[in-house]
């Protein structure tokens, strides 16, 4: 059995907790975090917790003072140890709870923890090239929202729901200007030579933790890496592709529609932060 972890108290997975007045559910009224439990630790929590609270504060939360990091780290510990997990990936939905569209009865967050067990080496580099397509039915607008992880996820589903009927492993979205901006889970690169370069923010992509680590990290490590303006025909002459999100770190890609890439600079960009940062990206 399965708990899960609604406003400090732990639920079966299958008992509901949200009512038919939730803003949640009527509107999407919320964002989340996914963040990964590894040998004792979640990974890169102060970049989440960060990432999290500027989300909550864009999107017209009241925060009380005893609702903190920490405080959130407690619960999640809980559910952890409830569902005895080793190894997880946790799920943190912030929400708005009961209201209408324009009298919500309590802007002050509700939160929603899950966790999962992750199969062992899920950070492994794959050893097979990911096959992607691109989805044309839904655009994401370059708005002031595009970047948070918020529960407005429709775009984002469907392109999943598209890759699975093509029998691709994932899917790219475009922007609304045509240009890509990141794929239905993962922040998306492409290597040109010494240069890797990642849709900007203003490209409508969503800030991702990891995306936001090997900004930082890569130049330090020797790569040469920046953001920027992806087109399809870029995307068609890179000479690597590969994916990045907070729970597989790094995931190359090979193949998308009828071109084909190789591994080689990504084998190398994982090897450097092996070397690097071994809690996050392990070997084995």
């Not at 708990?3 to 939730?22: D, K």
């Not at 970049?47 to 017209?60: I, P, S, T, V």
């Not at 939360?61 to 140890?81: G, V, Y």
């Not at 800030?207 to 025909?233: A, D, Q």
Request: charged share 25%; proline share 4%; glycine share 8%.
């Amino acid at each position: 059995m399965t708990y899960y972890n609604y406003n400090g108290v732990l639920f079966e997975e299958n008992t509901p907790v949200a009512g038919v007045n939730s803003r949640a559910l009527r509107y999407g009224d919320g964002l989340f975090e996914t963040i990964k439990y590894s040998e004792g630790e979640l990974l890169l929590e102060h970049e989440h917790f960060a990432r999290l609270w500027k989300g909550m504060k864009k999107m017209y939360f009241d925060i009380p003072k005893h609702f903190t990091p920490d405080k959130l780290k407690e619960e999640i510990s809980k559910t952890l140890q409830k569902n005895k997990h080793t190894g997880a990936r946790i799920r943190m939905a912030i929400l708005r709870g009961d209201g209408g569209m324009f009298d919500p009865k309590s802007h002050v967050p509700e939160y929603l923890i899950q966790s999962w067990q992750l199969p062992p080496h899920i950070e492994m580099l794959n050893s097979i090239g990911l096959n992607l397509c691109v989805y044309k039915a839904a655009y994401k607008a370059c708005d002031s929202y595009c970047n948070i992880k918020h529960n407005n996820y429709l775009p984002y589903c469907m392109a999943a729901l598209y890759a699975k009927e093509k029998h691709c492993a994932d899917a790219l979205l475009l922007n609304d200007k045509g240009r890509i901006a990141d794929s239905s889970i993962a922040n998306v690169y492409l290597i040109k030579g010494e240069n890797i370069i990642t849709p900007a923010l203003a490209e409508g992509c969503i800030e991702g933790v990891m995306r936001n680590f090997l900004m930082k990290k890569l130049p330090g490590l020797g790569f040469s890496i920046k953001e920027g303006e992806v087109t399809e025909e870029m995307l068609l002459q890179a000479d690597e592709v590969f994916l990045s999100n907070s729970i597989f770190n790094i995931r190359w890609v090979g193949q998308v529609g009828h071109k084909y890439f190789t591994p080689n600079k990504v084998i190398e960009i994982v090897d450097a932060l092996h070397l690097a940062f071994p809690k996050i990206f392990h070997r084995d």
